[in-house]
């Protein structure tokens, strides 16, 4: 699966929200993304990419784009 | 981690639940981060009898899970750092298989499937008389630990 794919799916699997509200999407904005979804989201992450983030890097996964430019730093172009 | 057992006194320093709301009784092996396992009596005297359900005591099914749900605390609460951490229930899922009745000696055996980041997943089943009682899939967190994870831009 293309690593887009696997990166929306995160997204959309964690939160139950179609793909079309990825783009724009930031942290609380939607109700799945709270404090447990977060962690939901980050270990999801971990599982389709094989990685383990570090704790910085899950503090300033603060939207759908801004997690992009992270996963680079661990070899997962989005 | 090695396991190691709680009297009713030494687990409340990894239980804040207090009467009459402990909802175990004793722990008798704990191996932190892996698995809890106890007990909960059950007299006459539990303070929920005489109300659910006069003529037909049976303990509560909520708190049936309350009691897996604290032998599951202790298995992360024992692990360093943890102790005396207050506990939030996040997600349960609880199926019950027969009443629970005042006299039996609830057996509750608790294991966890997963602890990252302030969230345990973990599984339970408890038991009266050899026979399964009730099972949980569960999922508890420390709010403190969970909350040094959380992007700055929180509401």
């Known amino acids: 699966m293309p690593n887009i794919d696997k990166y929306n799916k995160a997204f959309t699997e964690a939160f139950m929200i179609d793909e079309s509200n990825l783009p724009e999407l930031k942290y609380q904005d939607v109700g799945g993304w709270d404090s447990i979804g977060h962690m939901q989201l980050m270990s999801r992450l971990e599982e389709a990419f094989d990685i383990e983030l570090d704790i910085d890097d899950i503090i300033d996964f603060s939207s759908y784009e801004k997690g992009k430019e992270i996963l680079k730093k661990y070899g997962a172009e989005i | ?155």
């Open chain 2, 1 to 155: 981690m090695k396991g190691f057992s709680l009297n009713p006194v030494e687990l409340q320093e990894y239980q804040p639940n207090r009467y009459p709301f402990l909802m175990i009784d004793y722990v008798e092996e704990v191996i932190p981060g892996k698995s809890a396992k106890g007990f909960k009596n059950l007299t006459l005297n539990e303070w929920y009898f005489p109300e659910h359900f006069p003529g037909a005591p049976n303990m509560p099914g909520a708190l049936q899970l309350e009691s897996l749900a604290q032998m599951l605390t202790i298995a992360i609460t024992t692990l360093p750092g943890n102790k005396g951490k207050i506990i939030h229930g996040l997600k349960h899922t609880v199926r019950f298989k027969k009443e629970v009745l005042p006299g039996e000696k609830l057996v509750i055996e608790t294991e966890v499937i997963s602890w990252k980041r302030g969230i345990a997943k973990g599984k339970g089943i408890a038991y009266t008389n050899g026979e399964v009682a009730c099972e949980a899939d569960m999922m508890i967190s420390i709010p403190d630990i969970l909350k040094q994870y959380l992007p700055k831009n929180e509401n």
